[in-house]
């Protein structure tokens, strides 16, 4: 009885093992982040009817965001651009700034792309995408010969 109650002990250990794994990997991108990019901090909310992603790109104008929405990830990439020209007399200043964004989700349900928004407001990037119909599992009963 004793080997019963430590099987199922190990067992369990090794499931949330796994689920902790599993929890990290999407946590994190697939693809590494490119030099130069920096990797914005994000939201992910699944609802029965949609996923709601929320990304900071602080100072981005929408002009400089692309987006590509897969049936089970977000690519997203975006550009920060600054030039400050300033004249005045006996001096000449010309500064320019650059700050990439680029960030990679696999989501967590499959998702309808083509019927993604997405809106850009106060340095937040909010993408809404409905979820797919879960794809109904067939399943075939076969008989068992006995010889």
Not at 39 to 65: C, F, M, R, S, W
Not at 67 to 74: H, Q, R
Not at 108 to 127: C, D, F, Q, S, T
Request: proline fraction near 5%.
């Amino acid at each position: 009885m004793w080997d019963i109650f430590e099987e199922m002990q190990k067992r369990f250990k090794q499931e949330m093992e796994r689920m902790e794994r599993l929890l990290r990997e999407f946590r994190k991108p697939i693809m590494p982040v490119t030099a130069g990019f920096r990797e914005p901090l994000a939201d992910i909310q699944v609802t029965d009817k949609e996923v709601i992603v929320n990304i900071e790109l602080p100072g981005v104008d929408k002009e400089d965001v692309q987006l590509n929405i897969t049936e089970d990830s977000i690519d997203v990439k975006a550009e920060k651009k600054k030039e400050i020209i300033e004249k005045k007399k006996g001096y000449f200043r010309q500064e320019r700034g650059y700050a990439g964004f680029r960030r990679y989700f696999s989501l967590p349900v499959k998702v309808i792309p083509e019927k993604a928004e997405a809106k850009l407001e106060k340095g937040i990037l909010r993408i809404v995408i409905p979820r797919a119909k879960p794809e109904k599992k067939k399943k075939k009963e076969i008989r068992v010969k006995v010889k």
